[in-house]
């Protein structure tokens, strides 16, 4: 198995992908990203090699109310339509429809 080392990764995405699945230049790709409140959560790798999500250790109170939520978005057609599909998924979160990208 793979594990991942121990620190923090951030409230980026993180991609996962393995080029050996695929025989057709479809990799397989998994992206995981906070959906809201990006800047409070991180992903973090804990002493068993694990990744865990959750909220930032540097946050000295959670206001009553509080939410965060994350988003694990799967696709077998590729690195490109897996992130393509990612972003459609925050942006319909958002309200907001991807612009022609030429």
């Known amino acids: 198995g793979v ?14 992908y393995d080029e050996t699945l695929s025989d057709d230049g479809k990799v397989p790709a998994l992206v995981i990203s906070p959906l809201a409140r990006p800047k ?3 992903l973090k790798c804990n002493q068993k090699g694990q990744l865990t999500l959750g909220l930032k250790e540097s946050l000295t109170s959670i206001p ?7 988003i694990v978005k799967a696709g077998t057609t590729g690195i490109t339509s897996t992130l393509l599909s990612w972003g459609d998924m925050l942006l319909a979160r958002g309200g907001k429809k991807r612009t022609d990208m030429y």
Do not use: D, K
């Open 3 to 16: 594990n991942c080392e121990v620190g923090v990764q951030g409230g980026t995405p993180l991609m996962l």
């Open 40 to 42: 409070a959560g991180h």
């Open 64 to 70: 009553a109310g509080f939410s965060a939520s994350w």
